[in-house]
């Protein structure tokens, strides 16, 4: 039997229920702490996973209320989102009570953030994974580059006239800050790009396209965006909410990837194309919870 403590933030979440099941049956782990603001849940949560499961509350974006958490654990793992209301936070918390930390963020730190993020665990002696699994990890690489304003002053590796493309499911990928930049961005339903999975496409820039799955996810998305979405900014942050919300109840074909992208050239020829199958919906969780035993 191991001797690691460690705490789990959002251990309520999409991703953290995930982290949470993978952790608790872990050897090197002696006591795992599931951390949430709706305490009740990860009461109940706890006590269906493992005697050495344990709970607490607290506002993780309130640097006090976790670092009264952090005296009884040796590393952190954080599946809180989004990024740029928690992480930097988070990070920072954490560096200062000299504890390991991985966290999966939920969109981009900016380059001076993770410089002082950096700079605050380089002090502290002890390591950090920011970006950590596939939110954002994965999500910030595809997002950044096959969709409009990933980052300021850039547009993606779009070929002069080519197309480029986007597909997710959102029942294995994105984050609530992913989704909310989605469905701000698509517009008119567009064909499918060469070689891209089977879904529905929308056209989220010139040249660039963005799908998700045929069947139940395609028409609750299109009916969201197309109906509460047009209301301006309210309704599209409602739109983002819902989808999030309902993420869990959408059950895309067997075999449709969790995500895929690619670039293709105007003129044909051989493109760029890339995609993560996760069948199970586990790995992002999964992956939070390696590191931070790596990093304990």
């Known amino acids: 039997m191991g001797d690691m403590r460690i705490a789990l933030l959002g251990a309520m979440g999409f991703v953290g229920q995930v982290a949470a ?4 049956g872990r050897q090197e782990v002696r006591e ?9 849940e990860a009461k109940k949560f706890a006590k269906s996973l493992a005697p ?12 006090r209320d976790l670092e009264r958490l952090l005296g009884d654990v040796d590393a952190v793992a954080s599946a809180v989102g989004p990024c740029r209301e928690f992480e930097k936070t988070v990070l920072l918390t954490c560096a200062g009570s000299r504890r390991p930390a991985a966290s999966i963020g939920d969109g ?6 993770h410089r002082e993020i950096h700079e ?43 197309e480029r493309f986007l597909f997710c499911s959102p029942d294995r990928f994105g984050g609530y800050g992913f989704f909310r930049r989605a469905v701000r961005e698509i517009g008119h339903p567009a064909s499918a790009p060469p070689c ?19 069947g139940r996810t395609a028409g609750i998305f299109k009916g969201i965006a197309g109906s509460i979405g047009v209301f301006g900014t309210v309704g599209k942050e409602m ?10 109840f959408m059950q895309p074909p067997k075999g449709t990837p969790a995500a895929a992208a690619g670039v293709f050239p105007a003129e044909g020829g051989h493109g760029h194309f890339a995609a993560i199958s996760d069948p199970d919906g586990r790995a992002a969780g999964t992956l939070l919870a ?5 990093l304990g």
């Open 196 to 214: 891209a999975p089977a879904g529905k496409y929308f056209q989220a820039a010139k040249g660039t396209a963005f799908g998700i799955p045929e």
């Open 239 to 248: 739109s983002a909410a819902f989808l999030f919300w309902l993420r869990r």
């Open 21 to 24: 099941r993978e952790l608790s």
């Open 290 to 294: 390696e590191t931070v035993l790596l």
């Open 32 to 40: 795992l702490l599931l951390v949430d603001y709706n305490v009740r």
């Open 108 to 113: 981009v730190l900016s380059d001076a953030d």
């Open 52 to 63: 050495k499961c344990r709970w607490a509350m607290a506002d993780v974006g309130r640097a």
């Open 120 to 162: 605050a665990f380089r002090r502290a002696g002890v390591g950090a994974v920011s970006g950590c699994g596939l939110l954002p990890g994965w999500t910030d690489l595809l997002a950044a580059h096959f969709l409009p304003g990933g980052r300021p002053g850039e547009s993606g590796p779009v070929p002069h006239g080519g």
